[in-house]
């Protein structure tokens, strides 16, 4: 979606370290990969039956790290129990364990993790990202659909700042810049990804419509070196 948009919040500083994993670190072939430095990601399916169960995230050993239950309502981590209502990413429950999944927001139902490697039926995930904490998801009873990055960007409704990161007519920063107005916000999902650019397109949803029914698409910048420029929209 393309509005102003807050910026990620700074992880914390983290002292804990005591259930870090230690493993092989994979290789990465593919573009993507390489920039994201996983597989993918996890998407969890937001089903009636699913809701209902117990989602769990193991340790090396298989033992339970964390249990979540969005029809309860409730997180457990260890000693720690809370409500999911309001769920802030970096509470002290989150700190204390380095609970910091790519995304999390269980009140949208919208939970995912990034995965490094899937080997007979389980899937390693990162818990944070910076301190290169990773924990361990059974693939079973259809509760998350894995899906690679490409296949997860295209398609997906991208955010950024069309001050900074202006829509291009073709992948080239000297192409010309593709203006538009709207009273409201525009609605951008990513429909072709090549190498530094992505292509863009302006669509019917949350509510929001092409300004002047004017079907809008061209190619904007979604990284740079190592910075991701943009951010996905997974809820309206």
């Given at each position: ?42 998407v969890f399916n937001a089903t009636d039956k699913n809701l209902s169960k117990d989602a769990k ?20 981590i260890g000693e720690y129990r809370q409500s999911l209502t309001n769920f802030p990413k970096e ?103 090549s190498g530094d650019w992505m292509k863009i397109e302006c669509a019917e949803r949350c509510g ?29």
């Amino acid at each position: 979606m393309c509005s102003s948009c807050n910026e990620h919040k700074a992880t914390a500083e983290l002292t804990k370290d005591t259930i870090s994993s230690t493993v092989s670190k994979p290789v990465y072939t593919d573009t993507l990969e390489s920039f994201f430095q996983s597989k993918g990601v996890l998407v969890f399916n937001a089903t009636d039956k699913n809701l209902s169960k117990d989602a769990k995230i193991l340790n090396d050993d298989n033992t339970v790290f964390a249990t979540y239950n969005l029809a309860k309502n409730q997180i457990a981590i260890g000693e720690y129990r809370q409500s999911l209502t309001n769920f802030p990413k970096e509470n002290q429950m989150c700190i204390q364990n380095d609970f910091f999944p790519k995304e999390f927001y269980p009140e949208q139902s919208v939970i995912q993790f990034e995965y490094t490697s899937i080997v007979d039926g389980f899937a390693e995930v990162i818990l944070n990202k910076e301190k290169q904490i990773k924990k361990r998801i059974e693939l079973k009873d259809s509760l998350y659909t894995v899906v690679p990055w490409k296949k997860h960007l295209i398609g997906s409704m991208v955010d950024f700042n069309p001050r900074l990161n202006p829509v291009h007519e073709s992948k080239f920063d000297y192409s010309g810049v593709i203006t538009y107005e709207s009273d409201e916000d525009v609605v951008f999902v990513i429909s072709e990804i090549s190498g530094d650019w992505m292509k863009i397109e302006c669509a019917e949803r949350c509510g929001f419509s092409c300004p002047a029914g004017k079907k809008i698409a061209g190619w904007i910048k979604w990284r740079k070196g190592t910075k991701l420029l943009i951010r996905l929209a997974y809820s309206c």
